[in-house]
């Protein structure tokens, strides 16, 4: 049984975030109609060359905001990916929300096709961290989209939040935490805020407009996160994730943290599969244009709207599995496992990377379970312990693994 998870890139959204990044646009719903179309075409198109017998046990919707999608988008979706793949009978099907995009009837009618866990930025409790944030929600409107994703039927819901805002109090990050923890959800996913180039905040910060991120409180606020979350019986099972127990993990985003293969769908997704990375091209207009192509028909799993596809070889594949699974605190590496796949051990061409970093204190390996994995002050440090692990040329005596 060969087994893939879907990623399907909704890009769509009322307004961008000052701090966001990612493929995400504002002011282009009226191409939404056209997109959901083009993305029913590329499923048939990409899963129609799939092997036979596919089995999909994680689909998610990420933005953007799929939240602005309707009932029967989902329903043409889900039809489409019915006809060429088995979808498991306990299948996590996933979909990202903005708070103030959500009512009890739209939720319900999530829950209706299929979803089973939904996913809300809440990114904090304060009206003047949302205010630098550009945030459109208020505190009410994360409550109310908790409850009627509850009443609705949803056992597994997850809240995103950010630290290390500009003018955010160690105070006011503890505050945030008590809020959202008295919201009564399962799982949590808390990040650093990363100023990236381009985004509105950015340029805030450059000019002055908003104060300089203090990296050193962002490092203070971290640590007590790790210990209020503990504390409130939430285990941390990656760096940025807690859950209150192992059945509410996002199996989905495990999927990525074990190097395992995954085919995304939409603008800008990226698809990883055996020594393959494809990824479409990142314009709404674009990507419709590509989709509705017929003179190119590409070979799985690389996709009409493709813009770049990268053949990795055996030495890359190495050091990309070695820093996402780094990421999982409890599990971290599994070396047994590691050394099937790649077929060599961890510590034959990493020996000296990981006696600095175990005499750095950033992690250890347990040789009884033969794992290696952060300790308590390398979750701190992750940036750090993964940069180790990425860069390096290979062993001179295992050149071919450049092949």
């Known amino acids: 049984m060969v087994e893939t998870s879907l990623y ?42 799939a092997p036979q017998g596919l089995t ?14 309707k009932k029967d988008h989902f329903e043409q979706l889900f039809s489409r990916i019915k006809q060429h793949v088995v979808i498991s009978s306990n ?29 809300f930025g809440m990114q904090s409790a304060a009206l003047q961290d949302l205010r630098i944030l550009d945030r459109q929600h208020t505190n009410l409107s994360v409550e109310n989209a908790v409850k009627w994703s509850r009443q609705a039927g949803f056992d597994h819901i997850n809240l995103d939040l950010i630290f ?74 990656e760096i940025s994730n807690w859950a209150k127990s192992p059945d509410h993990q996002c199996r989905h985003n495990l999927q990525y943290w074990h190097y395992l293969p995954y085919l995304g769908f939409g603008a800008g997704a990226v698809s990883f599969w055996q020594n393959i990375r494809a990824e479409n091209i990142h314009l709404i207009p674009d990507y419709i244009s590509r989709i509705n192509r017929t003179d190119y028909k590409p070979v ?38 590691f050394e099937q796949r790649h077929g060599i051990k961890v510590e034959e061409i990493f020996e000296k990377q990981i006696q600095k970093l175990k005499r750095q204190g950033l992690i250890e390996i347990d040789p009884q379970e033969k794992r290696m994995k952060l300790t308590r002050r390398g979750r701190s440090f992750g940036n750090r312990v993964f940069s180790e692990f990425i860069g390096n040329p290979p062993p001179k005596n295992l050149q071919n693994l450049m092949t």
Request: with cysteine.
């Open 300 to 337: 799985f799993p690389v996709s009409r709207a493709n813009f770049q596809f990268t053949q990795m070889n055996e030495w890359e594949m190495i050091q990309e599995h070695l820093m996402v699974s780094s990421r999982l605190i409890h599990e971290g590496v599994l070396l047994d496992e």
């Open 91 to 119: 299948a996590e099907i996933s979909l990202e929300a903005n708070p103030e995009t959500v009512t009890f009837q739209s939720i319900s009618d999530l829950r209706n096709v299929g979803f089973n866990r939904i996913s």
């Open 164 to 237: 290390g805002i500009p003018g955010q109090t160690l105070e006011s990050w503890e505050s945030t935490l008590k809020v959202a923890l008295e919201l009564g959800v399962c799982h949590f996913s808390l990040y650093s805020l990363i100023l990236e180039e381009g985004t509105r905040l950015k340029q805030w910060v450059d000019h002055g407009i908003v104060a300089q991120p203090d990296d050193d409180l962002a490092g203070e606020m971290y640590d007590v996160a790790i210990s209020i979350m503990e504390e409130a019986g939430f285990v941390q099972y």
């Open 8 to 49: 399907i890139h909704i890009p769509f959204c009322r307004r961008r975030c000052g701090y966001c990044d990612f493929n995400t646009f504002e002011g282009m719903n009226s191409y939404l109609p056209d997109y959901v179309k083009a993305l029913g075409k590329e499923i048939d198109s990409l899963l129609g060359q």
């Open 56 to 69: 999909v046990p994680t689909i998610y919707f990420g933005g953007g905001t799929p939240s602005l999608l």
